[in-house]
């Protein structure tokens, strides 16, 4: 059974940093374009990063540009979204999402990724 976690989640000021964890179970994240989004109060879930397997590219949303990585550890099934320069417009639920392709298509949407994970809460006040 596919599944994906996500960890890493909470409370940061502004200018802080977090780093998400996207574990997977029952398939090999490394095969596979994993996309980040999230989904602000009142607002539409939004793409933030779409990484190609094996780390071979990743296109990032113009707002996040510069201030988050996405990284793999294939030896623990893991991606990782590291979020520097936080600001309190990057407050949302994070999730995680596999595509069936190990590429990432231009302008990728919610529908080229059919495995999500729950989501973890990001909150950046002071």
């Known amino acids: 059974q596919l599944q994906l976690v996500e960890s890493g989640g909470g409370l940061v000021q502004p200018g802080g940093s977090l780093r998400l964890s996207c574990a997977a179970s029952?398939?090999?994240?490394?095969?596979?374009?994993i996309g980040w989004f999230r989904q602000a109060p009142g607002k539409e879930r939004e793409g933030v990063s779409c990484?190609?397997?094996?780390?071979?590219?990743?296109d990032y949303a113009d707002s996040v540009k510069g201030r988050f990585t996405t990284s793999r550890d294939n030896s623990m099934n893991t991606v990782y979204l590291e979020m520097t320069s936080l600001k309190p417009e990057d407050t949302a639920i994070y999730y995680c999402a596999a595509s069936p392709r190990n590429t990432c298509p231009a302008g990728a949407r919610q529908s080229d990724f059919g495995s999500w994970g729950p989501g973890t809460q990001v909150t950046v006040s002071s």
């Open positions: 990484n190609s397997r094996n780390d071979e590219n990743t």
């Open positions: 029952g398939f090999t994240l490394a095969y596979r374009a």
